[in-house]
Nanobody
Framework: QVQLVESGGGLVQPGGSLRLSCAASGTISRLYAMGWYRQAPGKQRELVASITSVTGDGSTNYVDSVKGRFTISRDNAKNTVYLQMNSLKPEDTAVYYC???????WGWGQGTQVTVSS
């Protein structure tokens, strides 16, 4: 079972930036397309960004609300997926998680809280 540990969240003012990290145990995560999800209070968890596996072409996808502001990347040597978040808005406030995007999700990590507020 892959264990996922998210970090990098915090409190930031609107317009600010954060970089989230997701460290996966072992190397198997390299074989899967990975995504960043978020869950705001009272809302369902949603997939906001994804990236292909190590065998893919590196293409990325984003939900419309974060296009042009968020960038997902991965360092397969470190078994780590990143989410660079720029021009943050209050509506980006949520707990952010990573997981694979196909198949039954691995056990969810604790997530990392992102709060955008002045």
């Amino acid at each position: 079972q892959v264990q996922l540990v998210e970090s990098g969240g915090g409190l930031v003012q609107p317009g600010g930036s954060l970089r989230l990290s997701c460290a996966a145990s072992g190397t198997i995560s390299r074989l899967y397309a990975m995504g960043w999800y978020r869950q705001a209070p009272g809302k369902q968890r949603e997939l906001v960004a994804s990236i292909t596996s190590v065998t893919g072409d590196g293409s990325t996808n984003y939900v419309d609300s974060v296009k042009g502001r968020f960038t997902i990347s991965r360092d397969n040597a470190k078994n780590t997926v990143y989410l660079q978040m720029n021009s943050l808005k209050p509506e980006d406030t949520a707990v952010y998680y990573c997981n694979r995007i196909r198949g039954a999700p691995w056990g969810w990590g604790q997530g990392t809280q992102v709060t955008v507020s002045s």
